[in-house]
């Protein structure tokens, strides 16, 4: 095998954590002889203070070209300012939307030689196996109109979460395709009883589910979710929910 493959160290423990994983992967070359070509790009703080941008035009061509992607982190109390104009954390919304990275996967599984070193009891958390699937190109993080007003008699400030049919169904599609693999359960959650993108989220996956049969989807409330997950965490298989439930 051969590829490229860019390094983005980015900031705080992202250097660190992207070193490690290019020495991983070196060793993996020299025992089965592939050939992998790093080059090392900036983003995040790093990138505003060397070049005003949290995501250079330089660094999106760059991953573009490769084969692969290395993410490290960013942001950092240097550039936690509000009323910052340029921001860390512009440079990862950034890359997500230019590559077309709509799918962050999060697996969670215990190693039995941990469980005791969980905060849980150890029979909250034996046997937990969840790959959590998150949308990270719409919702409240890229919805339009976005903006704030400092007017004389108060401040206002707007974020609109939207989603589209498209940006749904892929994103619960991929979940059913991966549950297939496991235990063959998916759990979507939302905010149908209150939001309206929510409404339209269980509408499209009920309409995945009905393509597949073998695959059990139900349907859960983000804060119930939340406690769920404390209580019956070996209960989940495949999680799948919008950009900011699985933030939350």
Same mark, same amino acid.
Request: hydrophobic share 45%; aromatic share 8%; no cysteine.
């Given at each position: 095998m051969k590829a490229t493959i860019v390094l983005l160290p980015g900031d705080g423990i992202g250097p660190e954590v992207v070193a @490690? $994983?290019? $020495? #991983? !992967? @070196? #060793? #993996? $070359?020299?025992?089965?002889? *592939?050939? +992998? %070509? +790093? %080059? &090392? *790009? !900036?983003?995040? =703080? /790093? /990138?505003? &203070? $060397?070049? =005003? @941008?949290a995501l250079p035009a330089t660094t999106l061509a760059a991953a573009k070209r490769s084969d692969a992607v290395l993410l490290g982190a960013v942001g950092g109390p240097k550039w936690d300012d509000p009323k910052a104009r340029v921001r860390p954390e512009q440079g990862l919304l950034g890359i997500r939307k230019a590559l077309g990275l709509y799918a962050n996967l999060r697996p969670v599984r215990v190693h039995p030689a941990l469980v005791a070193c969980s905060p849980l009891k150890p029979e909250r958390v034996k046997d937990v196996d969840i790959l959590f699937i998150r949308e990270l190109t719409g919702g409240l993080y890229f919805g339009w109109p976005k903006f704030r007003e400092d007017g004389a008699l108060h401040r206002r400030a707007v974020d609109t979460l939207e989603y589209r049919e498209n940006e749904i169904h892929r994103i619960v599609a991929l979940a059913f395709k991966l549950a297939r693999g496991r235990k063959k359960r998916v759990t979507s959650v939302d905010k149908a009883n209150v939001l309206e993108s929510s409404r339209l989220w269980r509408e499209i996956a009920l309409e995945v589910k009905a393509q597949n049969a073998d695959i059990s989807l139900e349907h859960q409330l983000v804060d119930s979710c939340a406690m769920r997950l404390i209580t019956h965490a070996p209960s989940f298989d495949v999680i799948v929910t919008e950009n900011m439930s699985a933030t939350s």
């Open positions: @490690e $994983a290019r $020495a #991983v !992967l @070196e #060793v #993996v $070359a020299h025992r089965f002889g *592939h050939h +992998f %070509s +790093f %080059s &090392d *790009h !900036l983003i995040g =703080g /790093a /990138a505003i &203070d $060397a070049t =005003g @941008e």
